[in-house]
């Protein structure tokens, strides 16, 4: 691509200010943005979701890389539940009046399904900018996964009832948009053998290729790192430490580490459990101190949608991972190649066991899972080959 990127511009409509990256959504938005903006791409950039405002600071980062920033409230009241359109939708009603900096786009990037109502903009009806769609979750699998995670049955409805909403949905979906990108392998090849006529592509989450931290053998403790406030995240932390804590406790040197940002919510059900050689960080600043100290990575979710990016952040980090099958769903990783994996409770157990007194094996998984991802998750390049595939935005 040339100067500027042949001048494309590109708006990105996404759920939540994309800096810092602390959990998953905006790792994967903030590595996109980077990732265009280094390809010459003008980018536009609409923030519909949390209330709270940015920082200085965060916005002073962000306007490095996105010519132009508006915001536009997410506005969550109990008649919008009533109506046929998801929630995660119709709170972000706002969409369809929000100001957008030029009317020239060439592109307009969906981040995930709940930004539809851009589509019912005015400028964007009068635009010829091709609609894309992120796909970070099947939302309907993902629903359905969190309705089975939580114990409260109000959530379970609810929960539920979204789901029903994003299918019905998605056949509207289906008539506006012109590509979907893909974050999961998995749930790509499924969407094109069903839609065979629409564009598709699988774009995985982007990493810091080139930065892949070294096998750290002296570390001796068990990290799980992930959204602290979401049910999936909750019940597999529960599961492993009822299951699997208690029988690692024979292991002298033996931590389990738990961290991740709770969104200012109490970690009360965490107080039922013997938190013996339990270490807990709530929202930490950072996460390279808490990646350094470990020696392997799990992930033992039950139930979720799409890529669990703790996964791949784990392996960037230097840590070699075992996973449940839903852990490491649509990364193309490979047991016993790549990683391990388990979801019985023996198995997992074992494995990890056995991981945990085996050095050689956790330094083979990690450069093994590492080339991996150096050979098969070049965001970048895989953006400039669709840009450039595009010859009417050249």
């Known amino acids: 691509m040339s100067e500027r990127g042949n001048e494309l511009k590109i708006l990105i409509v996404c759920s939540d200010f994309p800096y810092p990256a602390n959990h998953g959504g905006r790792v994967d ?13 003008h980018l536009d950039l609409v923030v519909c979701g949390n209330p709270q405002q940015p920082t200085p600071e965060e916005l002073d980062m962000v306007r490095q890389y996105a010519d132009r920033i508006a915001f536009a409230e997410a506005k969550g009241r109990l008649p919008q539940l009533l109506r046929w359109l998801p929630y ?4 972000r009603e706002t969409l369809r ?8 786009y060439n592109f307009i990037l969906l981040e995930g399904d709940a930004m539809y109502a851009i589509v019912d903009n005015p400028a964007v009806m009068r635009m010829k900018a091709k609609l894309v769609l992120r796909v970070h979750n099947d939302e309907v699998t993902y629903f359905q996964a969190l309705a089975r995670s939580t114990g409260k049955w109000m959530h379970k409805v609810y929960y539920y009832l979204e789901s029903l909403k994003f299918k019905w949905l998605q056949g509207r979906i289906l008539k506006r948009i012109d590509t979907y990108m893909f974050i999961s392998s998995k749930e790509h090849e499924k969407f094109a053998a069903l ?13 810091q290729l080139e930065q892949m931290a070294a096998y750290r053998p002296e570390t001796r403790k068990v990290v799980f790192i992930g959204s602290l406030f979401m049910p999936n995240n909750r019940e597999a932390i529960e599961w492993y430490l009822h299951h699997i804590h208690p029988r690692m406790l024979h292991h002298e040197e033996y931590r389990f580490v738990i961290a991740g940002n709770s969104r200012g919510q109490r970690l009360t059900w965490l107080d039922k459990f013997d938190l013996d050689r339990v270490e807990v ?17 799990v992930n033992p979710m039950r139930n979720g949608a799409g890529v669990k990016l703790k996964t791949i952040e784990a392996i960037q980090y230097g840590l070699p991972v075992l996973s449940t099958s839903i852990g490491c769903e649509g990364t193309g990783l490979q047991d016993g190649v790549h990683i391990l994996i388990a979801d019985e409770l023996q198995l997992f157990y074992e494995k990890l066991s056995g991981l945990y007194e085996n050095p ?22 895989l953006l400039r080959d669709f840009l450039v595939s595009d010859t009417n935005a050249i």
């Open 29 to 41: 938005t903030w590595g996109r943005i980077k990732a265009l903006h280094a390809l010459g791409v």
């Open 88 to 91: 995660q939708v119709e709170k």
């Open 360 to 381: 050689a094996m956790r330094k083979r998984l990690l450069a093994e899972s590492q080339q991996f991802i150096r050979a098969q998750y070049d965001h970048q390049g």
């Open 97 to 104: 009046t929000v100001h957008l900096g030029r009317e020239d």
């Open 281 to 297: 960080y709530d929202t930490p600043e950072s996460l390279d101190d808490i990646y350094d100290s470990g020696c392997l990575f």
């Open 195 to 207: 839609h065979p006529e629409k564009r598709s592509l699988f774009l995985p989450p982007p990493v």
